[in-house]
Nanobody
Framework: QVQLAESGGGLVQAGASLRLSCTAS??????MAWFRRSLGKEREFVAA????????YYPDSMKGRASISRDKAQSTGYLQMNSLKPEDTAAYYC??????????????????WGQGTQVTVSS
């Protein structure tokens, strides 16, 4: 059973950058992803990475502003967000799987989830 613990959220001003961390324990990771949920909206895919080779996936809306990476030695994944906007305000969730479950963009592809970390961007 994989446990995920996010950190790095907080209150930032528009235009700032932020790096979120997700530390995994208790098992092996095949892929890790970040999702976010804004108030009143459905959970949205932000980025994903294949743990072993480092291949990354982004929706078109995040290309150029989000960057996912991982440190295998530290069992930690990162989400770097640049040029933050008030509409980026959301709870950000780390997700992972130990085997490929089909796809990378859908939340059903992941069976382990962190508790979430809040990011608030002020204008």
């Amino acid at each position: 059973q994989v446990q995920l613990a996010e950190s790095g959220g907080g209150l930032v001003q528009a235009g700032a950058s932020l790096r979120l961390s997700c530390t995994a324990s208790g098992g092996t990771i095949y892929s890790m992803a970040w999702f976010r949920r804004s108030l009143g909206k459905e959970r949205e895919f932000v980025a994903a990475i294949i743990w072993s080779g480092g291949t990354t996936y982004y929706p078109d809306s995040m290309k150029g502003r989000a960057s996912i990476s991982r440190d295998k030695a530290q069992s930690t994944g990162y989400l770097q967000m640049n040029s933050l906007k008030p509409e980026d305000t959301a709870a950000y969730y780390c997700a992972a799987n130990s085997v490929w479950r089909g796809g990378y963009f859908n939340q059903d592809s992941y069976n382990y989830w962190g508790q979430g970390t809040q990011v608030t961007v002020s204008s």
